[in-house]
């Protein structure tokens, strides 16, 4: 009795598998695409320049940075947003590493939160007596640093040359501890 019942439910399931709907057809089109332009996608486009000279605009004034601006120093970038409770850990940690290495780091905290998370980011700030810069990412660097992985936070460090050296996803105590190793051996690197 058994043995017939998992033959039936074996025949079931190739049934239903046959029965699924085909793809449907891609249509090639000969039309040149309007204005020379790529057409869009949700998928990352390769950038069309070096990382080094792809940047970010400040929230504070819209001036535009760049990458290759912070050679000298080793740069931390922190991709965030304002309802992101990991990111919201990783502030306190970010500020007191700013703090302590003064001049030799510098931390830019590089919100993804979209357009309607980008109204919050001003009280958001305030509230967390965030001093160091923030700011929008250019979609280049976005995908270029990030590629498909949305998670956040994102924490990125690169070394005095622009280099990028370690690159750490969400936020706990164990990566607070790798992030500080990271920072201090590529501040004491010279």
């Known amino acids: 009795m058994r043995v017939v019942f998992v033959i039936l439910c074996l025949l079931g399931i190739a049934l239903m598998a046959g029965c699924q709907p085909a793809a449907p057809p891609v249509s090639v089109s000969n039309r040149p695409l309007s204005n020379n332009r790529m057409p ?5 486009m390769p950038p069309t320049k070096p990382v080094e000279k792809l940047g970010w605009i400040l929230f504070d004034g819209g001036e535009k940075k760049l990458l290759e601006e912070y050679k000298g120093r080793v740069l931390i970038l922190d991709f965030w947003a304002t309802y992101c409770p990991p990111c919201i850990e990783a502030i306190p940690h970010l500020r007191a ?15 993804v939160g979209g357009e309607d998370d980008r109204p919050s980011v001003a ?7 965030i001093d160091y810069p923030i700011a929008t990412p250019e979609d280049e660097l976005t995908y270029s ?7 956040i936070p994102q924490t990125i460090i690169f070394d005095r040359e622009g280099k990028q ?4 996803v969400s936020y706990n105590a164990d990566i607070q501890k790798r992030i500080d190793l990271a920072v201090e051996k590529t501040v004491n690197k010279k």
């Open 97 to 111: 590493l700013d703090k302590k290495y003064g001049d030799e780091l510098v931390v830019v905290g590089l919100h």
């Open 123 to 129: 009280g958001f700030k305030e509230r967390l007596t």
């Open 40 to 44: 869009r996608t949700n998928l990352p």
């Open 165 to 168: 050296v370690e690159k750490f």
């Open 145 to 151: 640093l990030l590629g498909t992985d949305n998670r």
